[in-house]
Every structure is written in structure tokens, then in C-alpha cells.
């Protein structure tokens, strides 16, 4: 059964969710589902704005003839060739062997990789062309690296509206509502917008800066990202939110505790930390086990809060190993400008802290906030006084 939705008088969803995909890239944890979307501009020409992954390629398929009806498909925008957007391009090509194919350079390079050809008819853009279709006008904006170099955008010149690509999008499934507007974003979305946009994007600060100095030039009225709900109202709370996630501002002044602890000494350390900055006032304290947590959300955590405090057995003569991902995953991803607290564990030779140090250190400003607090095994009465002091400095510091 078809399933696309109306989004103006000529501008129609066709795109599809999963809820069955374990792991987004295989390696994202998405319980709430992940949505692949696409959009058909009936105008004069018929524009497809990118295709699904194709574990949804059916509904996909369907909801493309539904809207065509009759008509031939003219054109198809290629904005980013990640296969979730671009696995049914070939299948779709070879249904609509009359539709043009409008993409950039590098992308048409990797349509050849992937699928072993370029597509008979092909129409190469750059910064700033535009392609009429009737009524419509696109312009197309080069965004490379949000999230692969091939990465454009376009921009309806004529319904002001951005097909935004990977950008502004999000980890969950569409349930009947397409607009942000209908959902609780805040309090049900925007966690996993910020994993989706962290994990998948964090580490191209710069070039996502670059995208939002162009679009604070056009008059947006609507965002039609590749992934989650379309935006037409209150669009600068979430760009405000990729501004501050791409400058690595922290999003809350705030703690989030992240231990790796083999037989819980280390934890309780962490977890008394924790009750002391309470004690001291501090609100929305969040504390998670690394082993326990996936990395995706601690990562995230990490954009979000202004202090991190880091606890670590020692294992192996090194890091406990999930605090030594965590912090191999937060150097890939560019993190920088927070405060962190260090405690260590070792019953014979504490080396974590010195080690978490070193990591850190090659990190952009990172400020060690206090002594970092050495365990033997589980800490001592006397050591109550040396937390104290710890969460004290956090709390200066905040
Ligand atoms: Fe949603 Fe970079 O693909």
C-alpha cells in the first residue's frame, strides 16, 4: 500500500522508515527506528530529491508511482550517494529510464563505483546553478563533508524551501507525523538528534559551520532533511543547536560521569563524586557505565554537557578498554572546550589517569579541572576529603 504524504500542493514525501535495523551503519543502536526520506516536486518537470535505503525500497517504489501516476519522472537530484539514500537509485533508473540525473561530479564518480556505470543521462552541477521545472527554481549549494565530499543541497528558490541532505536529520522512525511541529521534538527527538548529528557529523565542525553561513543567507521557510521529521516551524531551534554542536560548545553547563569499572570500587567512587557536586547544588547530574553504555550516547553526552568527569580502572598495565574507546571515539570526533575530573584505579600500579591525561592532551582545550584522584583498589576514609575538594573545583569551575 502506498504511503506518501502531501507536504504542499506540489511537493509530496515518498520516503519510508524501518523499525527493524538494529544498528544504524552497522553500528549506531536505533531503537526508535531510523527514517530514509525522499521528496517528489510535481511541477511542470517532476523532480525526485534522492532516493531510500533499500530495506525500504518497496514502500519506496510505491509511493513514487502513487504520486507520478501517469507522468514521467524528468529528473532525479542526487544529493549524497551514502547508500541509505542512494541504494535504489540503479533499480529506480532502470523504471524511469527517461529520468536525468542531477548531481555533482564527485557524486556521479561514485554512482560508477557503486553500481559499475554512469546513468545514460546525467547532468553535472556546481555552487550556486540552477535548474528550473515550471513554477519551481533550484539552485544547488555545494556541502561537502556533511557528510561525504560528494554532498550537495538545493534550495527551492521559489516554496524558500532547503533539501538539506544528511543535515538537520535524525535517528527515529516517522509514525504518521512528518513535521516537527507535530511531535514533541524536545522531549522525544531531540536526544537522538543529537546522536545521529554528533556521531555521523561531529567530526566536520568546520564544513557544517560553512553550511549554515550559506543558509543564513536564503530565506528558509521549510527543511526537507534525508532523515527524521520535516521542519516549517521554529527553524532556528534547531539550527541553533547544529551552530552550537558544530562550534564543540557544550550545549548545558553541566556533568555527566562516565566510569569503566571492573568490580564496582571504581564506580562507587564515581557514583560519591556524584552525590557530593549534588550535595553542592549542581542539577542534571548524569552518570553512565561505559561498559554498559554505547559509545554513540556517551559521545553525545559528551558534546552536550560543559564538564565530563572520567573514571578509569587500570587494566592490562592501560586503560579499562570502554573508557579507552570512549576516548579514541571523542579524538576522532574532533571533541573539544570542556572541563574534565579525572579519578583512577589500580590495585598495584594506578596508570589510568596518567593515560586518560595523555589522551586528553592531544585533544583542543581540554582543562583538567583538580588533582586527579588515585584509587588503590577502592578509596579510602581519608580520600572523602580529597573528593570534596574535587567536587568543589567542579563546581567553581562551572
Ligand atoms: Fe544518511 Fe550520510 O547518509
Redesign the pocket.
Known amino acids: 500500500m502506498q504511503n506518501s504524504i502531501r507536504i504542499t500542493n506540489d511537493l509530496f514525501y515518498v520516503g519510508a522508515s524501518d523499525r527493524k535495523l538494529a544498528l544504524f551503519e552497522n553500528i549506531y543502536p536505533i531503537p526508535r527506528g531510523v527514517s530514509?526520506n525522499s521528496y517528489l516536486l510535481m511541477d511542470e518537470k517532476t523532480v525526485l530529491f534522492d532516493t531510500t535505503d533499500a530495506s525500504v525500497s518497496g514502500q519506496f517504489f510505491e509511493n513514487v508511482g502513487a504520486v507520478l501516476g501517469q507522468r514521467k519522472l524528468n529528473y532525479i537530484v542526487v544529493h549524497?550517494m551514502?547508500p541509505?539514500?542512494a541504494a535504489t537509485l540503479q533499480d529506480l533508473l532502470l523504471r524511469h529510464p527517461e529520468a536525468t540525473v542531477v548531481t555533482t561530479a564527485k557524486a556521479a564518480q561514485m554512482i560508477e563505483q557503486f553500481f559499475g556505470q554512469k546513468p545514460a543521462a546525467l547532468q553535472l552541477v556546481k555552487e550556486g546553478e540552477t535548474l528550473g521545472t515550471g513554477n519551481h527554481t533550484l539552485c544547488f549549494t555545494m556541502a561537502p563533508m556533511v557528510?561525504?565530499p560528494e554532498?550537495m543541497m538545493t534550495y527551492d528558490t521559489t516554496a524558500k524551501t532547503l533539501f538539506s541532505?544528511?543535515a538537520f536529520?535524525t535517528f527515529g522512525a516517522l509514525s504518521g507525523n512528518l513535521f516537527a511541529d507535530e511531535v514533541n521534538f524536545e522531549a522525544e527527538w531531540l536526544n537522538d538528534a543529537r546522536r545521529y548529528y554528533i556521531n555521523?557529523v561531529g567530526k566536520y565542525g568546520i564544513q557544517v559551520q560553512n553550511v549554515l553561513k550559506k543558509a543564513a543567507a536564503l530565506d528558509i521557510q521549510m527543511i526537507c532533511p534525508?532523515?527524521g521529521p520535516v521542519w516549517r516551524e521554529n527553524l532556528g531551534f534547531f539550527i541553533g543547536k547544529h551552530d552550537t554542536w558544530s562550534k564543540y560548545e557544550p550545549e548545558d553547563k553541566g556533568v555527566v560521569i562516565i566510569y569503566g569499572s571492573i568490580y564496582g570500587h571504581t564506580e562507587a567512587a564515581a557514583l560519591r563524586l556524584g552525590t557530593l557536586l549534588g550535595e553542592r547544588g549542581v542539577k542534571g547530574i548524569k552518570a553512565y557505565d561505559a561498559s554498559h553504555t554505547h559509545a554513540s550516547k556517551l559521545v553525545a553526552e559528551c558534546f552536550r554537557a560543559s564538564h565530563i568527569v572520567f573514571a578509569s580502572s587500570t587494566y592490562n598495565n592501560g586503560l579499562f578498554t570502554p573508557i579507552e574507546s570512549l576516548l579514541l571515539d571523542l579524538k576522532a570526533h574532533a571533541w573539544q572546550k570542556r572541563s574534565v575530573a579525572l579519578i583512577e584505579n589500580g590495585s598495584w600500579a594506578p596508570q589510568s589517569g596518567k593515560l586518560m591525561r595523555a589522551e586528553l592532551e592531544q585533544m583542543k582545550d581540554i582543562t583538567i579541572v583538580g588533582e586527579t584522584l588515585s584509587l588503590k583498589s577502592s578509596m579510602q576514609p581519608l580520600q572523602e576529603k580529597q573528593l570534596a575538594n574535587l567536587a568543589d573545583q567542579i563546581v567553581q569551575s562551572l
Open positions: 530514509y549524497h551514502e541509505d539514500h557528510h561525504w554532498v541532505a544528511d536529520g555521523i534525508l532523515h
